[in-house]
Structures are given as structure tokens and as C-alpha cells.
């Protein structure tokens, strides 16, 4: 359950300077994120939609936590700069914890996933074990979604197009700039 939830090691480069507004408009930018291990407290999934500033919807699995810790993470986005081409913007870190984190996924793949307790189809407005639906977002109250008490995921690869936290701590990270295309995955 909640595969996604790796995306919340996005957290990196999105909120490396404080939460982000539960709602608001979306760049045209793609992250791929990867993971060696999450363990996440507290756990919904549902699906939603997210516009982007140039007004196009894209539909997002949301994947939210109470609590997250993700270990060997990396976070990479290709970026196209006129004159210069195409360059990678690379944060790695040994660990990234989260509270009260959201993740909106595109795409996602795990090696493991293991869950306890969880609820799948539950409707999303009383979902009960993760931080709830996050404020602002485009989804029915009685829409389906997944949650759990806990989860653990690993060998975890996904393709973010937003995240945001109350609280966002990293330890072990790095940031690099690369000419050209040198991505997570």
C-alpha cells in the first residue's frame, strides 16, 4: 500500500526552506525521486487533481504521512536553460524526515511494500490514520482512498510534481548541478 509515498523524499528541494502552501499551482517541472527505504507512520493515498500554471490539469495519486523517514535518497529534475542546454539539478541524503508531508505522484514503483493495518476504499474525507486529505486539494470527500497505521517501502523510484510538509529535516545532503541529463533513475 501507498508505493507512492517515496515521493515524500522530494521534500528535499521543495520545502528545503520551509512548508509550501497546501494549495497552489503547479510548475511544468518533473522530479524523479528514489529511495532505499521509507518508513512511514500514519499513511493516506487518494487520487486528486493538480493544475499547473500554464492552466493544464494533471491527475496525481496523493500519497500523505503523518511521519516519514526515507534513507539514501536522491531527488534529481532536468531543467532546459537557453544558450546552455539541458542541466540536472542532483540533492542526495542519507536520510530526510517529514511530518504531516504530501507528495503528489505521477508515476511510481517499489521493490516491497509491507503495511499494517490498512483500509483500502475507505472514503477519503474520514480517512482517519494519516494527516487526512490535505487542505485545498481537488477530490471529493467520498472518494476512495487507502490508509494505514504503518508502512515500509523499498527500492522505491517515482515521478513527482509537487510536495509539501509542516516540518522537513535532512541529514547527509548534497546538492550538484550537471551539465546535461544525469538523473535519479
Known amino acids: ?35 532505499e527505504r521509507i518508513e512511514v507512520t500514519g499513511a493516506i493515498q487518494y ?20 511521519h516519514s523517514t526515507s534513507y539514501g535518497v536522491c531527488q534529481s529534475t532536468v531543467q532546459h536553460i537557453p544558450l546552455i542546454g539541458k542541466v540536472t539539478v542532483r540533492v542526495t541524503a542519507k536520510r530526510v524526515t ?3 508531508s504530501y507528495s ?9 511494500v509491507t503495511t499494517k493495518n490498512s483500509r483500502t476504499g475507505i472514503a477519503a474525507g474520514v480517512a482517519t490514520k494519516g494527516p487526512g486529505v490535505r487542505p485545498g486539494d481537488n477530490v471529493a470527500p467520498t472518494s476512495a482512498a487507502q490508509e494505514s497505521d504503518s508502512s515500509v517501502v523499498t527500492d522505491s523510484r517515482s515521478i513527482v510534481v509537487a510536495t509539501s510538509a509542516r516540518v522537513t529535516q535532512t541529514s547527509g545532503s548534497s546538492t550538484r548541478i550537471y551539465k546535461g541529463v544525469n538523473e535519479c533513475f
Open 47 to 66: 487520487g486528486a487533481f493538480d493544475k499547473r500554471y500554464d492552466g493544464k490539469i494533471v491527475p496525481v495519486t496523493v500519497a500523505g504521512a503523518a
Open 1 to 35: 500500500m501507498l508505493p507512492s509515498l517515496a515521493a515524500s523524499a522530494a521534500l528535499l528541494v521543495a520545502v528545503a526552506e520551509g512548508a509550501l502552501a497546501a494549495s497552489f499551482l503547479i510548475s511544468n517541472q518533473k522530479f524523479k525521486v528514489t529511495a
Open 98 to 100: 517529514t511530518h504531516d
Open 104 to 112: 503528489d505522484v505521477i508515476q511510481a514503483h517499489q521493490g516491497t
